[in-house]
């Protein structure tokens, strides 16, 4: 049976690189497999994240300054809590069609699918958006769970911020990893998620994978 493998972690943990790697290794078993981005692409959102950019941090652009961003956004966030709500809600009407499109269709189609991040992915940013602390997160995580294609492995690929920092070229500053780090790291925990080293061979994190898919008796 086709299963759906998450992996999760900071920009520049390695998420990618093993996903190919997993897919290839699939592929020369004869085994089926696709790479997809998971996590929202937003359409019915878009609006309201443009006004709220416009709103909220117009002058502090993230690629200038990630903390005078974040700082401003979460002052205007706590201004319009009212609106909340409004957005997760909105956020959910644009992401169930598309986790439906990308990952439970080519499982029902007989594909594992690998996600180079997912829902989880989605609900850190809502989180850390409305100025949310990891308890918010794990509440909307379970939330949105029950609506799109359940995962069979999922994994916290981590590695040390720095490292990721020096792996990476389009990241706005250490603190960016920082804060997402510490949401992913919540999340593991309260998911107790087996943790992959993002800085041991691919080869091996990959060999692990295929050992946790089982499937010889597949």
């Not at 706590?78 to 809600?89: D, T, V, W």
């Not at 981590?158 to 510490?182: G, N």
């Amino acid at each position: 049976m086709a299963q759906v493998i998450a992996l999760m972690g900071i920009d520049g943990s390695g998420k990618s690189t093993l996903s190919r790697a997993l897919q290839a290794a699939l592929a020369a078993r004869g085994v089926p497999a696709v790479v997809r981005w998971a996590t929202l692409k937003p359409v019915l959102l878009k609006p309201m994240i443009s006004l709220a950019k416009f709103l909220l941090v117009r002058k502090a652009p993230k690629s200038n300054d990630y903390e005078k961003h974040i700082a401003a956004k979460r002052a205007g966030m706590n201004k319009f809590r009212f609106a909340h709500s409004i957005y997760f809600f909105v956020m959910t009407l644009d992401y169930l069609p598309q986790a439906w499109w990308k990952v439970g269709l080519p499982r029902l189609l007989g594909r594992h699918v690998i996600c180079d991040r997912y829902v989880h992915d989605l609900v850190l940013d809502f989180a850390i958006t409305v100025k949310g602390d990891p308890e918010r997160m794990m509440r909307a995580l379970h939330t949105l769970q029950r609506l799109v294609p359940s995962t069979d492995l999922h994994y916290f690929v981590a590695v040390p911020p720095q490292v990721a920092l020096e792996r990476k070229d389009d990241v706005p500053s250490i603190a960016y990893l920082q804060e997402r780090d510490r949401f992913y790291r919540a999340m593991a925990e309260a998911l107790q998620l087996p943790v992959l080293d993002g800085q041991a061979p691919v080869a091996d994190n990959c060999a692990r994978l295929l050992r946790d898919m089982n499937l010889q008796s597949a």
